[in-house]
């Protein structure tokens, strides 16, 4: 269980925002560093842990197992929250740090179910590639490298493949260097404005250069996967604030213990009276 409190991660966020340094590590609970001299890949799962769910946890354990390439000692996990979101400006409705309190707590689930090395990091980057080149300047500095698999779902691909987060720049251009060294594992998910079917068209289409702004040779740094999309294809961190404040109890069982307890007992996501 993490020893830090909300009150402790709100003052490492102000002293991160005041230091100038684009990312830290704040939390490990295996005391361990982000990455060692054994490390050769980091799947990071880059959310707004509003709450953190296992929808998140699926994708973490999916991810481990992508291409088989490399055993657990040889991985690692980041969970990173960015304080400057690209589409997210406000800190609501969960105050950062308990965001973050959360994260922790799932840092301690996973890495005790997983026996996966796993730190909790916060950035003030928005961008995917920013946060890419970040991490990877992070490791340089302490003589490390390692591959970098960004863990996301299908509606967080389509964000980073929008050519509209990138203008003035072509988006060739400006994702250039980041889908040459960095994977993107994608879970599927299952809900009504888009089916699995249409999901797998688009990587399809990728592939096959129908994205007119898109180099089809980015469909290579993509693994598309189903996963446990019959349990958890649906999960969402908004679908379950609207459960909480709705005094629903099915959310209940869309998180893992210690969150439900940190939820109930810090009464986030509850309405206004």
């Known amino acids: 269980m993490s020893q830090l409190s909300a009150k402790s991660l709100q003052k490492t966020v102000q002293d991160f925002l005041a230091s100038g340094s684009h990312l830290r590590i704040i939390y490990n609970p295996s005391s361990d560093a982000l990455a060692n001299s054994n490390t050769r890949r980091i799947c990071v799962l880059d959310s707004s842990f509003n709450p953190p769910h296992l929808g998140h946890y699926a994708l973490i354990k999916e991810s481990l197992s992508y291409k088989n390439q490399f ?50 990091g916060i950035t003030d980057h928005a961008k995917f590639v920013d946060k890419s080149s970040t991490i990877l300047r992070y490791l340089k500095e302490q003589n490390l490298s390692a ?36 994977d993107l594992f994608c879970l599927t998910r299952n809900d009504e404005k888009l089916s699995v079917a249409d999901q797998s068209s688009y990587v399809q289409t990728l592939r096959s250069g129908g994205h007119e702004d898109l180099p089809s040779i980015w469909s290579q740094s993509i693994s ?50």
Not at 77 to 83: H, T
Not at 230 to 247: F, L, Q
Not at 259 to 270: D, G
């Open 147 to 182: 591959k970098l698999t960004f863990l996301v779902g299908f509606d967080t691909l389509l964000r980073i493949l929008n050519p509209n987060y990138y203008l003035p720049d072509k988006i060739s251009a400006a994702l250039s260097e980041f889908m040459g060294s960095t």
């Open 224 to 273: 598309l996967h189903t996963g446990e999309i019959d349990i958890v294809g649906a999960m969402s961190s908004s679908k379950i604030r609207k459960e909480v404040a709705d005094g629903h109890k099915e959310w209940h069982n869309e998180v893992i213990p210690e969150i439900h307890q940190y939820i109930v007992e810090q009464s986030l996501y509850k309405k206004l009276e």
């Open 71 to 120: 055993p657990k000692d040889n991985q690692a996990v980041l969970l990173l929250f960015s304080v400057k979101n690209a589409d997210k400006v406000t800190a609501a409705p969960a105050a950062l740090e308990h965001r973050l309190a959360m994260m922790c707590l799932m840092a301690d689930y996973v890495q005790k179910k997983m026996q996966v090395n796993v730190s909790v």
